[in-house]
């Protein structure tokens, strides 16, 4: 939906967003994923579950497309010559305008869904914040975010390339609050758990996103920094 709304005139934001739809659907097929369903925890079984749950996770939804769209603009960058400079440049700035609204939506909701979540804590735990996991990682992932959103404000990190590395590496934050925290860590909201994974998986992303940066910030020095 935030795809199509954000860049229905946009080829590459239509592209991003059937790939992120694959993706997801990915991951929802995976079998290390246990797929039976347990009783409902007393703690859950309020109206707030729905509100403040489905705020959240609607959040994902522009952060993720962010973040494609970000790798997006880094390859762009790779491929970029002085044959297709003006061409690339213009769906690189494109794609970052995009990119910089759906980051927006995506923070406004996450924020709200965090107040949210305070009133619900405070109905069922007598408080409003307790600096449990998911709340911490939660509050991280909207610093991270306002931080990338207002960078374009600091002369040293301002720029395409700045913008959609940022953009791709703060979703590392967005990981480690939906899936690190039930995995990882414990608290008061892990009701979902499991087997953890391979931290050398993550390592491995870590790397294929440092080359990929690496190879675009190359080209961006040597066609675009002076733009």
């Keep these: 939906f935030f795809g199509v709304a954000f860049g229905r005139k946009s080829d590459l ?33 309020s109206y707030w579950l729905m509100i403040h749950v489905a705020v959240i996770v609607a959040s994902y939804g522009p952060f993720t497309l962010a973040m494609i769209l970000g790798l997006v603009a880094l390859f762009l960058m790779i491929f970029t010559n002085k044959n297709n400079k003006a061409k690339m440049e ?6 970052t305008y995009i990119n910089e609204l759906a980051l927006t939506v995506g923070l406004i909701m996450l924020t709200i869904g965090n107040f949210l979540g305070g009133q619900w804590a405070n109905e069922s735990w007598g408080r409003y914040w307790g600096w449990d996991p998911k709340e911490t990682w939660a509050l991280i992932s909207i610093m991270v975010y306002a931080f990338v959103i207002h960078a374009r404000f600091v002369p040293a990190l301002r720029g395409l390339f700045a913008y959609n590395f940022m953009s791709v590496l ?22 979902a758990s499991g087997e953890s994974q391979n931290v050398v998986y993550y390592l491995y992303a870590l790397a294929i996103v440092l080359v990929i940066s690496v190879l675009a910030f190359i080209k961006y020095k040597k066609l675009y920094k002076k733009k």
């Design 90 to 95: 213009l769906n690189i700035k494109e794609i």
């Design 170 to 191: 703060a979703f590392a934050s967005i990981l480690m609050t939906y899936f690190g925290v039930n995995f990882h860590l414990s608290g008061k909201h892990s009701y």
């Design 13 to 45: 934001t239509i592209a991003s967003t059937a790939f992120v739809t694959a993706m997801i659907l990915m991951v929802a097929h995976w079998n290390w994923m246990d797929p039976s369903i347990a009783n409902l925890q007393p703690v859950l079984n």
